[in-house]
């Protein structure tokens, strides 16, 4: 079965709601430590330059958001955050995000899409940004503190658009 990815319509916003709070409950790759309400999402994923949506078999499987990294003279700079659902991971969805947003930022014209936290153990999404080409800058030790109450070192990558 194809994914396909589009932006984000209201009528998606209980489902990308569901598989984002589904990533923050899991309290090992996402900073935020509190579920969105449906109020606080509509007004997240509203702000964001793009918020998309994976949909395979018309059910939203992932998700992804675009937005500024920085400001002014660093606003060239851009950040991305992904979520794919716990039932449809392993199925290449991740990889389709992550390949549409290089797409998106260059389209809105990001020369470079940084990643700021990677939780150093979130071995898929390693291999798969260190696949696509992102380039790694170096690691902050201690820059996550994960739901165990474990501080764990992150690591920060970058991709010339």
């Known amino acids: 079965m ?12 209980r489902e990308i709601m569901e598989v984002w709070n589904e990533v923050v409950a899991e309290s090992n790759a996402f900073p935020q430590d509190k579920a969105l309400t449906e109020e ?19 059910k939203v499987a992932g998700l992804y958001i675009l937005h500024p990294n920085n400001v002014g003279r660093c606003g060239h700079q851009a950040n991305a955050s992904y979520a794919v659902s716990k039932k449809l991971r392993g199925r290449n969805v991740g990889e389709q995000l ?14 470079l899409l940084i990643f700021n936290a990677v939780v150093k153990g979130n071995d898929s999404a390693v291999h798969l940004y260190q696949k696509l080409g992102f380039q790694k800058i170096g690691e902050v030790p201690g820059g996550f503190l994960d739901g165990a109450g474990e501080y764990r070192d992150t690591i920060l990558f970058y991709h010339k658009l």
Not at 98 to 111: F, G, I, R, T
């Open 98 to 111: 992550v390949s549409h947003s290089l797409e998106k930022a260059k389209e809105l014209n990001y020369k």
């Open 40 to 58: 606080e999402a509509r007004a997240f994923f509203g702000k964001q330059d793009v918020a998309a949506v994976a949909k395979w078999d018309g």
């Open 2 to 13: 194809d994914v396909v990815i589009e932006e984000y319509q209201e009528a998606d916003l």
